[in-house]
């Protein structure tokens, strides 16, 4: 069954404290991995889609990893306006079968 | 560039009475909408692929005739929450893509509440 799950639930950092989200999914034929920041009470933001395993993106304090298990969700130096949570969703063969993440609710302490 | 507009973002309304939601593409036509609906802590749950032009496909177990959908034309798409009741409180959510290679973008939601 495909399936994607995101670690941790909930991370606090304080401003400066680097760290990495975790996104684990095992689906066949991933034709596209996703990463979406969602502020309370809003739709999700697009962030970065990711291909193939070794593609790495990036977009300000925001890096992006994947793995042919996984991918990472990269952020350094974070600063309060970072924090969101952070929904990752697996595409299994297009776009109406996008399997997604409970989320990792990151808040960043100033 | 693609911008997806949704309207209400709020929405209260008693139980028994129907509520239109609207999701627009801005700057992109959109062959193909997608409506969600999310409940606090939990994933993104697909109701619903909305085709200009055509019947709407609903997953499994999202009731046809209570969630009505209408894409008339390649930058709009309703959901209509037909005869509301307080468990058809819930935040909903509609995303389109501008082709099939390019991501899902998604509108800011309506909360709406039945009361």
């Known amino acids: 069954e495909d399936q994607v799950t995101q670690s941790p639930e909930a991370l606090r950092l304080q401003e400066g404290e680097s760290s990495s989200l975790n996104c684990s999914y095992t689906?066949?034929?991933?034709?596209?991995l996703f990463w979406y920041r969602q502020d309370p009470g809003k739709g999700p933001e697009f962030l970065f889609t990711l291909y193939s395993a070794g593609e790495e993106k990036e977009k300000e304090r925001l890096k992006a990893t994947l793995t042919k298990k996984e991918s990472f969700l990269h952020i350094t130096a974070p600063k309060p306006e970072d924090s969101a949570t952070y929904l990752c969703a697996a595409n299994a063969g297009n776009n109406r079968k996008l399997i997604w993440g409970l989320g990792t609710s990151l808040a960043v302490n100033p | 560039g693609a911008v997806v507009s949704q309207h209400p973002s709020r929405v209260i309304c008693k139980s028994g009475t129907s509520v239109k939601i609207e999701c627009r593409s801005l700057d992109f036509q959109a062959t193909t909408m997608f409506w969600y609906r999310q409940f606090p802590k939990q994933s993104l749950m697909l109701m619903a692929t909305s085709n200009e032009g055509s019947k709407a496909t609903y997953e499994q177990g999202v009731e046809k005739d209570k969630f009505l959908i209408n894409h008339a034309s390649l930058t709009l798409s309703t959901l209509t929450v037909t005869s509301a009741h307080p468990e058809d409180s819930s935040f909903y959510i509609c995303?389109?893509?501008?082709?099939?290679?390019?991501?899902?973008?998604f509108g800011n939601g309506t909360r709406l509440t039945v009361t």
């Open positions: 995303s389109a893509s501008s082709g099939v290679n390019s991501p899902l973008h």
């Open positions: 689906v066949s034929g991933l034709r596209g």
